[in-house]
């Protein structure tokens, strides 16, 4: 009997160093990843054609405004990373966003996408152009901002899946290895304290470990 629990001992240990090792390999995994800036899509071998980016893209009924920009924009953007802002005010439409942008003596706008409440998704910049919403990152992100103040509301439903449609996309068209918040990489409250950036982020590596090239 002695032995028997002795023996049932060492394979709980046996089972939670298993266990315990298996999450550090993953933790491993995904700093070499980040380390040499592997993008998810080839990370998880995600499987898509052009013809998947048109759909995704035409799926997101995205709206176009004239901006009537102040200068020329610069079209030097490469992206590597999603960026997410939220505009700190509870409402705020991006024809507005645009007026005090050109305010602050910017060209216009400065974000790439624009999500407001009820799920619509506005086009800012052109994804080519050098953003204006996250010092030092603007030529190698997509920024995205949500209408709201979320240090003191939370995103609506309806942001919320037009926000992983919309990252789950630009995921998979750019070589994106890295997603986050504006005061991740700054010092800022942005995109707010009730942001829920791991959730966010979470769903979006899910969709693109699981996309499979299978609607055509």
Sequence with gaps: MFIIIKIKKKIVVILLIIFFISILLVGVKDNIRYIFKISYRSYYNAEFSFIDIEYLKNNLELIDLDYNWNEDLIFNNEPNKIIYHHCARSYWSPEGINDYHKERGWKGIGYNFYVRKDGKIYLGRPENA??????GENSNSIGICLEGNFEEE???????????NLSTYITLKYDIYKIVGHRDVYDTLCPGENFPMNEIKNE????IKNYKNTKF
């Design 130 to 135: 050098e953003g204006a919403h996250t010092k």
């Design 154 to 164: 939370s995103l609506s439903k309806e942001q919320w899946e037009s926000l992983i």
């Design 204 to 207: 979006v590596i899910k969709n």
